[in-house]
Nanobody, 130 residues
Framework: QGLLVESGGGLVQPGGSLRLSCTAS????????IGWFRQAPGKGREGVSG????????YYSTSAKGRFTISKDKVKTTVYLQMNNLTHEDTGVYYC???????????????????????WGEGTQVTVSS
């Protein structure tokens, strides 16, 4: 059974940075895409960034472009999300998820896909506040 564990969330001031980690186990991650989603209080889930593990294809949401960077460590089977220049609007619970690349892109861009992403982590809280 696949497992995703997020870490790295916390409280940061506006303009600050955080690096989130998502460590995968229990499935062959080379066959998957790993992505980050977030949910702000009172709002729906939003796709932030995703990566196809085997060829490095990337997706960034409009709000993430230029500020966030997704990367991977194949030895640690971990995907990172480096978040810089954080604003209050980045506050929320950040989740990582795994699935096929087409499903990942569709879920991120349209909020839905022909089938759900296969694995989800339990989330890590990011709070941007002065």
């Amino acid at each position: 059974q696949g497992l995703l564990v997020e870490s790295g969330g916390g409280l940061v001031q506006p303009g600050g940075s955080l690096r989130l980690s998502c460590t995968a186990s229990g499935f062959d991650w080379d066959l998957y895409a790993i992505g980050w989603f977030r949910q702000a209080p009172g709002k729906g889930r939003e796709g932030v960034s995703g990566m196809k593990i085997n060829d490095g294809s990337l997706y960034y949401s409009t709000s993430a472009k230029g500020r966030f960077t997704i990367s991977k460590d194949k030895v640690k089977t971990t995907v990172y999300l480096q978040m810089n220049n954080l604003t209050h609007e980045d506050t929320g619970v950040y989740y990582c998820a795994a699935g096929g690349w087409g499903v990942m892109e569709a879920t991120m861009i349209m909020g839905r896909a022909v089938r759900p992403l296969e694995y989800w982590g339990e989330g890590t809280q990011v709070t941007v506040s002065s």
